[in-house]
């Protein structure tokens, strides 16, 4: 029955904490590469757009996101400790999941920080019009850091909807099976 519950819980974690990556969105709105001269033209509306709007919506996303990846992270370690401390099977490949998790989790923070740190060197590039080329530099750097932290976030939401789940349907299956006593 506990382990239904933690079904539930983390399930309804995932709902909350949507799945969706963050995607980089693109500047230019041309089908072509843009111009250099365009770019200028452009650039302080780009500077405009990273730091008023992307900035604060990326923020809140990275905030929500990091305190639901930790709060599944707390529910689960309680549990696997328990599963522990029973000598459950399937305790040990779970603990190796979870701490795989920790992993991507504090890669994802890590990698948003780096991310962060670029978007903000291209939000304030001061000599955006005079150098378009340089800016459109620190633009596409911005984009892969950014796909960077997306990709963090596809893993850990496959290993999550793939590994962890899997690994709690075979324990509650384990757990019905064996009345709950482990063997």
């Not at 230019?28 to 604060?56: D, F, H, V």
């Not at 019009?129 to 950014?146: H, L, S």
């Amino acid at each position: 029955m506990r382990v239904k519950k933690l079904t539930l819980l983390f399930i309804a974690v995932l709902i909350v904490a949507p799945s969706t990556p963050m995607f980089a969105q693109e500047l230019s709105t041309s089908g072509g590469a843009p111009t250099r001269e365009s770019i200028a033209q452009r650039c302080t509306y780009a500077q405009r757009y990273l730091n008023e709007t992307l900035k604060p919506r990326d923020l809140k996303a990275r905030v929500d996101r990091l305190q639901a990846y930790r709060y599944i992270y707390q529910r689960l370690d309680v549990f696997a400790a328990r599963l522990e401390r029973n000598n459950q099977q399937g305790a040990a490949e779970f603990r190796q999941s979870l701490d795989q998790f920790a992993k991507k989790t504090e890669a994802f923070k890590k990698n948003y920080e780096q991310y962060d740190s670029t978007r903000d060197i291209a939000a304030k590039y001061e000599n955006c019009q005079k150098r378009p080329d340089e800016f459109q530099e620190y633009v596409n750097a911005t984009r892969i850091a950014r796909e960077t932290v997306a990709k963090d976030v596809a893993d850990i939401h496959t290993l999550l909807d793939v590994s962890v789940m899997s690994q709690l349907a075979d324990l509650h299956n384990i757990l019905l099976q064996t009345g709950g006593n482990g063997s």
